[in-house]
DNA sequence: CAGAATCCTTAGTGATACTG
DNA sequence: CAGTATCACTAAGGATTCTG
């Protein structure tokens, strides 16, 4: 018996999993940008929209992506070569949840700015 | 002129800085637990609810998020001592985000790891 | 263009021991 | 109890080079 009602987080909760690859920096980012297009996008399309973001590090992240089903890759066989990335539906809902936490961060981000400005100077304070 | 009128995450847009707390797997866990709970949690109690991680990396999430004001911290000076978690408002705002997230994972667990699963039988069969 | 492969640096994580 | 401190280790990330 519990007598607490929370929520725990057990290691196999197979939620975990999922929350890895949304948890991840730039995952978020390539949800967002291919939630706020209605058009597939390309590699470097995509890239331009993510600043900072590397070849390997955006690879990566599109792989894990397409690999849970929230993504999807197509392959034009031309030269040079094209492919474009587009939301599955999966992916579709996922972003709307991660776009909701981007468009949160964007209107509070003052808030949370000012509240860890207060943190430090207390901390540069108590050093003092 | 851009063509495109989708979204594009600068370097130093402000949001960045705060989804790069929340894009972080156990501050998710952190807030999900504390949204679940409407009573202060000791450390303890909140380690218990999440399992596998380590002292040291969860008083570094609690850190970083009292640090963004998502989390306040009490302590109160009795022996043996005696620290509570709770969320702040700014907090709470975040957690309905973040648990949402969490919910959409378990509710979905299945489908990804479906898709999880075709994917690395593809790449095993493309490798054969 | 869209990557794969390589090397290298650093940040994150775990285990352990110690403290108010 | 709720941490801090330290060391060892691994995994993530960046810069660069190469290729179909």
Redesign the pocket.
Known sequence: MDTNSGITYAKDCPSRTVLSVLA???SLYVLGVLSGNDRPL??????RHIE????????????NLERDGLVS?T?HPT???????RLTDLGREAGTLTTAIADWSKTNAARVHAARAAYDARLADDRA
């Open positions: 991840n920096k730039w390309r590699f470097t399309e995509l890239r900072g973001v590397t070849q390997k590090s955006l690879t990566q992240a599109l792989r890759r392959i030269i040079p070569p094209r492919v474009e990335y």
